[in-house]
Each structure stands twice: as C-alpha cells, then as structure tokens.
C-alpha cells in the first residue's frame, strides 16, 4: 500500500495540468489494484475538499461525488472509511462543508460525546455543539 497526497487527488480530480494528470491517472486507474491499494489520509481528504472547493470553486455535492468515489475505489483505502461516510451523510442532511463533517464524524466514531465548535454553521450537524 502507499500514501496518495493531496496533490495527486487535486490533479487527478482538477484535471487542471495535463502532465500531471496523466501521471495522476496512471497511478489510480492503473498501477493500483486490489492487493496494492493506496491509501487516502483524512488530512488528504480533507485538504483536497479544501482546495477544490477554495481553488476550483467546486461545490458540496461535487465534493460528495469526489469523495464517494474514492470510498468506492476497490483499489483505495481510506482512513477511518466509517466515519467518512458518515461525514458525507452529515454534509448532505446539514447542509455543512466536508472538512466540518470530517471533523464531527471522526471525533464520533472515537468516542466523543460531542464536538466543540465556534462556527455556528457546524452545528448543524447533531454531535457539534457551540461553545460559549
């Protein structure tokens, strides 16, 4: 198994360089399999929703779409791939951005009574509450 970064999911997903999504395509659509998968970080998920959704203006369900794709890989593992899909519950039934999902959902799946928070938008999704 080895690590996909941010930058790899960026191109592949952007399509923004052509060099390097070739590159980027070569190593998900080809060079990975099953018995040699890559792994997808929560950082990396959460950095790549947020670049694509800061830089190429990508929208909620694009970022849904992008991410579901990843869980549905059978040649990518992702981390904590409960909570993540749980996050993408979240995203779609509040309405909240993915790193605010991921967030909530993985402290959930290990075992927090909730999530504290300042934005107020967050608390949209159930296990955020606000603090102060």
Known sequence: ???IDTSVLVRYFAQDDARQFSVARRLLQRDLSEDAPGHVSLVALAEMAWVLRSRYRSTRDELIR?????????????QDEAAVWLALDDCERAGVGVADALIAAVDQHH???HTATFDSKATRIASMKLLG
């Open 1 to 3: 198994m080895i690590g």
């Open 66 to 78: 992008i991410v579901e794709t990843l869980l549905c890989a059978p040649n990518i593992r992702v």
């Open 111 to 113: 075992g927090c009574s």
